[in-house]
């Protein structure tokens, strides 16, 4: 379990990393979008579309980090009724159910991408490159609930004052 820790840490980290960089790289083009728009009547070419992109990278690396702090959206109505020591033991098959769901998710993801990739037009290729963050997002995200089901419940950490 020491592996998979760590691997979840490691993980983690370079995705801070990544969610940060796209959300400081989204507020400056967002902000000299509108600039230049509102000052000097002109807009940065592709800007719109890049800001798309990096909403959805965003959004990932969120989801991710939201996994990972037992905060993400909870459907299990039912646990608001059970005790605690029933939650606990729905602890792990409920990332299991949360990793074959975004596993298949991912697979749809990477159906559409692959046929996106095959018919588009080689001056737009690189946007379709861009629009690998929907496989390889909800992979990570397949990826961090089974770890967090094998890894099991983490210690409760102190939340913010």
């Not at 980090?65 to 039912?78: K, W």
């Not at 298949?104 to 018919?119: H, I, N, S, V």
């Not at 390889?136 to 094998?150: E, T």
Request: charge should be neutral; hydrophobic fraction near 55%; aromatic fraction near 12%.
């Amino acid at each position: 379990m020491a592996l998979l820790a760590d691997i979840q840490a490691r993980l983690l980290r370079m995705e801070r990393w990544l969610g940060g960089t796209c959300l400081l790289l989204l507020l400056i083009l967002a902000l000299t979008q509108i600039v230049a728009r509102n000052l000097f009547s002109i807009g940065l070419p592709m800007a719109d579309t890049l800001t798309r992109y990096l909403v959805l990278y965003v959004t990932f690396f969120g989801a991710i980090l939201a996994i990972h702090g037992q905060r993400h959206i909870s459907l299990d109505v039912l646990c608001v009724w059970l005790g605690e020591c029933w939650r606990d033991r729905l602890h792990r098959p409920l990332h299991f159910i949360g990793a074959l769901v975004t596993a298949l998710l991912c697979q749809a993801a990477w159906a559409y991408w692959w046929d996106e990739w095959t018919y588009v037009a080689d001056d737009e290729r690189w946007m379709t490159l861009l629009a690998l963050i929907l496989p390889v997002g909800f992979g990570l995200l397949s990826l961090h609930f089974l770890l967090a089901g094998l890894i099991g419940k983490p210690a409760a950490e102190p939340g913010p004052p």
